[in-house]
């Protein structure tokens, strides 16, 4: 299953992607064959969840070149935020983080506060939020089950 939501949503804040020429030119035709087979009459649901899918992909690509395009630190965000989405249940400190990125909690600290303007502690702590009104809105467990 393609996450997209995963790459796309940093922290539960929806950002806007710089495109270069490039990567416009793509989206668009990938958008309007997209928009082209939508259009189109009959059973097509395989093909336009793949030509989907595809568009969605090249979306990743762009996003994960504005993070690991830049300096050092903002790949270091880059990994912490995909370490984070795929631990953020289980591990619940800075300090696995950062030993995962070969630096200090203290310095990764200081590289999200410079750059997400928050803590570790913080982007932790807020992606649990966000998975607990995910899980709220979504499931049928009771709010206790869900605290639980």
């Known amino acids: 299953m393609l996450d997209i939501f995963k790459i796309l949503n940093v922290q539960g804040e929806f950002s806007c992607l710089r495109l270069d020429t490039g990567a416009a030119t793509d989206l ?16 097509n649901l395989v093909i336009l969840k793949a030509i989907l899918k595809v568009f969605l992909l090249k979306l990743i690509k762009v996003k994960e070149q504005e993070f690991t395009g830049h300096d050092i630190h903002q790949k270091r965000v880059y ?64 709010i206790k089950e869900i605290a639980f």
């Open 79 to 142: 990994d912490f935020l995909m370490l984070l989405e795929s631990n953020y249940l289980h591990i619940r400190n800075t300090d696995f983080y950062a030993a995962k990125l070969d630096i200090s909690s203290k310095r990764l600290n200081q590289i999200l506060k410079e750059k997400l303007d928050k803590t570790g502690m913080q982007l932790i702590h807020d992606r649990l939020i966000l998975e607990t009104k995910r899980m709220i809105i979504h499931s049928e467990h009771t």
């Open 28 to 43: 668009g035709n990938v958008y309007q064959l997209l928009q082209s087979e939508y259009q189109k009459s009959g059973d």
